[in-house]
């Protein structure tokens, strides 16, 4: 009964949540670019390019959040006053500078009119945040994402750019690739933004040969799909951020990298004993174009699609 109970009362609490597609209401504001449409898994990268109303102080108190939010500038300096957590921050938002915003925290803004704004946001679903947290062994009910404010971070600048050209892309390197980045920026933001237990390595473990060939053979069978984590380690019965981080450990190599291989071998095999185009080709082990599979090409082989095809005709 008290289980039921409490189940309510926290469907109704994420159902007051604001969602950042509410957000952009709230800011009357429209993403001059997002990911939404690309079915990225518990992430969402959105561009904006905008000018606050001039002569105009803008002041906005924004409900608690379904997701973090991330927030790094990508134009010219602006003044950003921002309360959350009961305090005050009013520093030049510059370059360089990043913005986190926890999920489930009321924020408070106040902003100059007149401003040119260009800024990046990324969104990460709090479900992604506790699985990788879980792979590392934090405890979850431990370690919590905090709030700041203009800390200059160049890893963290780093992958959200990676994520950014991804999104412009319309996702040109594939799911997996997203969701390596996507690990990599919650890795980033639990060891060095959060509070509470710190972020320790899991014992020792491997993948077995029963758990591995499952999913080697879902890969080989399906190169030509979009392939994402999620699926791939179903077929393992593991969950997906535990499993690229065995895989790794037994391929020595990150399941992208190691899918990118796969999907040049067997292009190299159509190439040099089918009379398929090159494009044809490209789309048949799953590269999302000519060129995408041309750069894979010459840098795992030394040559190019082109080359190899010809190489066996001459």
Known sequence: MFQAVNEQVQTAMTNTLLKPSELNQQFQRT?????RQMGWHGILVEQHHYTSIPDKTEEKELPALSDHWLILPMGSPTYVNQKSDDRWREPIFQKGDSLLVPAEQLSYW?????????ELNIYLQPKLVEQVAEVSETNTAQVNLVNHFGQQDLNLQQIAMLLLAEAKSGGMMGRLYVESLSQALIIHLLRHYSEGAPITARENRSLTHIQLQPALDYIHTHLDQDLSLVQIAQNSNISPTYFARLFKQ??????????IKQR???AKLLL???????????AQVGFSSQSHLTHHCK?????????????VRI
Do not use: W
């Open 250 to 259: 037994a391929a020595g190599t990150s399941l992208h990298q190691y899918v």
């Open 110 to 118: 106040c902003c100059p009119g007149g401003q040119a704004v260009q």
């Open 272 to 282: 040099t004993t089918t009379e398929f185009t090159i494009e044809h080709i490209a």
């Open 299 to 311: 840098r795992l082989t030394g040559m190019t699609p082109k080359q190899l095809f010809n190489s």
């Open 31 to 35: 993403p001059t670019l997002s990911s």
């Open 264 to 266: 040049v071998k067997r």
